[in-house]
């Protein structure tokens, strides 16, 4: 195990992340403050309470996992893809670190980074809304774990991409989408019966479900379904990187 | 000496049936300094990435320091330095920043010591905060070299390192590149400055359309392929060359002198014959001058003989 090339790899995408501070931090407090004013004050006037949690309170699940699942995905694609399309991606490939350090090293600072996000605006929910969190061991689980699994996802989109156009893609027209339609501002029992049934195909709902639970002791679906698909979904992706590092896809001729 | 890097076979065929390279061997000796040339598109760069782990191969095996390139990748990779043709370069990030990082990918601890005396070597001590985007074509390519250096390999792959680099870097890299062999690195350079190979390596292979047509010690090289020329000035110039003379490889100059061409490793040189028979053809000389053939003829008549 090469820890060296593993550090060495964190700390350089930390120091990214470091560069560039202020828009890291600003931009998803604001864009989370700009939600909370939309959905929590204007929308949520309207909507006294959803099962028993003020409407404000409900959405900070859904809006910690929309920015955090889309930090995760852009940050860890962006980290791959820019050496490839700069070219230093040369300097990976002949090191004597095995793909999974390298992975272990992009998918690790990407997922640091979107969980400090996802805490800072958690962090900013409190100033809005008053939050009790009835399990927070649980909270942070989902959290890392969910930081971590679309970080994979992100990484290997990040190996597919072959523009930006490409990178730019998915996250817009795919996780985006789910994220919204995963129930992150509503409960899905406020759906019409067979658009819950189609739902369920999302797997973003699972994540939402299980992450508000935590919060509030209530779920769309059951937490242990939420666990095992996030888990199933880790495990895809998992797969898809050992296929990757098998065939050299897309990155070794 | 033994072989420090051990080339068995290699193939290379592409996606789209481009044959880069076709059963390539070479045995490179631990502490020269092995020039290969070839024109573009020759092999050169195919065969260095292979070795280096950026491309796999297609057949054959390559061994550094004992270990196989694949199955263990980590012992070969971590003795290897590679400088690469494009200067290719993380354009946001600090110089000492972007050294350590590849000094710690190589899984080597942090040394700001020894990457000091890389940098001072390389005149980027003074841009060691710089951004890479801010630094000059030519302090780009010395960042290259000092993140190649930066884990101490024992092996050092100069893909094209003078390609477009101005005099004094040119100077300075050959002065690196002789003090990395004093310390006993093995060096593999490719370039298109013949004289530079001609000056700098112990041995030469050259390379055309992914085969390799000879390795050879260079001043060996040069002396059994090295071809000899005779200028001879006359009194009077000629227009056509004489009958008497016929019989030489002659030519005649625009200035109506000629030029004799010869081989010094044959059994007779004729150069004694041709001489008298100048003399008995009435022609005077007034001035005689021999000129060595350099690599760089000798490396286009190699490649002209293989053909396309």
Redesign the interface.
């Known amino acids: 195990m090469n820890l060296q090339a593993i550090k060495a790899i964190y700390l350089f995408e930390m120091s990214r992340t470091m560069r560039t501070l202020g828009q890291s931090i600003v931009s998803p407090v604001l864009s989370t403050s700009l939600y909370f004013v939309v959905f929590g004050a204007a929308i949520g006037s309207r909507i006294d309470q959803v099962e028993g949690v003020s409407y404000g309170a409900f959405i900070v699940p859904g809006l910690i996992m929309l920015t955090v699942l889309t930090q995760a995905v852009s940050n860890a694609s962006f980290g791959i893809y820019f050496p490839k399309f700069i070219g230093t991606v040369y300097e990976l490939l002949s090191a004597p670190a095995s793909f999974y350090e390298i992975v272990i090293g992009y998918v690790g600072a990407a997922a640091t980074k979107a969980l400090a996000i996802g805490l800072i605006i958690l962090a900013t929910a409190n100033f809005f809304v008053d939050l009790s969190i009835v399990h927070p061991f649980w909270m942070l689980g989902f959290l890392v774990l969910t930081c971590f699994s679309f970080a994979l996802f992100g990484f290997i989109l990040g190996i597919w991409a072959q523009n930006f156009e490409q990178l730019q893609l998915v996250p817009l027209l795919v996780i985006t989408p789910l994220v919204f339609l995963g129930g992150s501002f509503y409960s899905i029992s406020m759906l019409p019966p067979a658009w819950q049934t189609v739902t369920l195909f999302n797997p973003v709902v699972y994540l939402v479900s299980g992450f508000r639970w935590s919060f509030f002791g209530m779920a769309d679906v059951s937490v242990g379904f939420s666990l095992l698909a996030i888990g199933l979904f880790t495990v895809l992706c998992l797969a898809m990187i050992a296929w990757i590092f098998r065939t050299g896809y897309r990155l070794r001729s | 000496m033994s072989a420090i890097v051990s080339v068995k076979g290699l193939g290379k065929t ?2 789209g049936g481009f044959e880069a390279l076709r059963a390539v061997s070479l045995d490179i000796e631990e502490g020269e300094i092995l020039a290969l040339l070839g024109p573009n598109g020759a092999g050169k760069t195919t065969l260095i990435s292979i070795i ?5 191969p297609s057949g054959g095996s390559v061994t550094v320091g004992g270990f196989d390139t694949i199955r263990d ?6 003795l ?1 330095g ?1 400088v ?1 043709q ?1 200067v ?6 600090s110089v000492i ?1 972007t050294v ?10 942090r040394d700001d010591a020894y990457l000091e005396r890389i940098l001072r070597q390389l005149s980027l001590w003074d841009k060691r905060a710089d951004r890479i985007m801010t630094l000059s074509g030519g302090m780009k390519r010395r960042v290259l070299i000092a ?1 190649a250096l930066s884990h101490q390999p024992r092996v050092l792959f100069l893909d094209e390192p003078t390609a477009g680099v101005d005099v004094e870097l040119r100077k300075d890299m050959w002065e690196i590149v002789r003090g990395l062999r004093a310390d006993g690195v093995t060096i593999i350079l490719t370039t298109h400055y013949i004289e530079e190979a001609e000056a700098i390596a112990d041995r030469v292979g050259v390379i055309n359309n992914g085969e390799l047509l000879l390795v050879e010690e260079k001043n060996a090289l040069m002396a059994r392929m090295g071809k000899k020329e005779l200028r001879i000035d006359l009194a009077r110039p000629l227009d056509a060359l004489p009958k008497p003379l016929e019989a030489y490889d002659l030519r005649l100059t625009d200035e109506g002198g000629l030029i004799y061409t010869y081989d010094t490793s044959a059994e007779k040189t004729g150069i004694t014959d041709l001489l008298a028979d100048l003399r008995h053809a009435g022609l005077h000389m007034v001035d005689l001058d021999t000129r060595q053939s350099s690599l760089e003829d000798i490396f286009v008549d190699l490649v002209r003989e293989d053909g396309p």
């Open positions: 592409y996606e280096c782990g950026i491309t796999n990748f980590r012992g070969a990779r971590a290897i590679l690469p494009e290719s370069l993380e354009p946001f990030e920043n350590r990082f590849t000094r710690g990918l190589f899984g080597k601890k993140k």
